[in-house]
């Protein structure tokens, strides 16, 4: 299929918890931490498009090709989470986070753009993560669905701590048009392009 030597190749990823969103060790500190590289052999020059820090799951987009990488990060594609939050989340904080909400303390402040934002009534049919998140005896979880075209340092986390309502479990399941479906943690699917809907 890539019968050509220069040709970009692309790959779709479910990012399991506990990896970090890089291919090799560049510090010490992250000798015994896992890589993407583990769980694949990728082309030399392969990036990950927007991260997931290492505690966060789910779709992540790699790729080889930087002008693809740019337009994916840009602010029109949409990138949708599903975060598992610790208390059973009210109508009033998801009206919150649709709004906007400040994240960031002092300079660093920042007010986060109107977004789509949604309590999750069926829960998300994902395997259970590798690390249990917590006893159901500290109280309930609820799930929300938050749909961002920005991407700021662990955002989906700084907004539902801010609305008082912190998140468990983070999982990415949309990037513009590519759902992750039924792939299961650590599945890499490499396709011929993103077909990512940029309008």
Request: aromatic share 8%; proline share 5%.
């Amino acid at each position: 299929m890539h019968n050509s030597t220069n040709q970009q190749r692309h790959f779709i990823i479910h990012k399991p918890f506990g990896y970090l969103s890089q291919f090799v060790s560049n510090q010490n500190k992250q000798r015994n931490k896992k890589m993407l590289g583990d769980l694949y052999d990728f082309p030399e020059g392969a990036m990950a498009i927007g991260r997931l820090d290492e505690s966060s799951e789910g779709l992540l987009l790699i790729t080889t090709d930087g002008k693809v990488s740019e337009q994916v990060r840009g602010k029109n594609v949409e990138k949708e989470y599903y975060a598992q939050v610790d208390g059973d989340i009210t109508s009033e904080a998801i009206e919150q986070l649709k709004k906007g909400v400040e994240i960031g303390t002092g300079s660093n402040a920042y007010n986060t753009l109107p977004c789509h934002a949604f309590r999750l009534d069926q829960l998300p049919d994902f395997p259970p993560r590798a690390k249990k998140i917590r006893d159901e005896r500290h109280g309930p979880t609820s799930w929300v669905s938050i749909t961002l075209t920005e991407g700021k340092f662990r955002q989906v986390r700084k907004m539902t701590a801010a609305v008082g309502f912190p998140t468990l479990r983070l999982i990415r399941v949309r990037i513009g048009d590519i759902l992750i479906d039924h792939m299961s943690p650590g599945q890499t699917i490499e396709v011929d392009n993103f077909n990512i809907n940029t309008e």
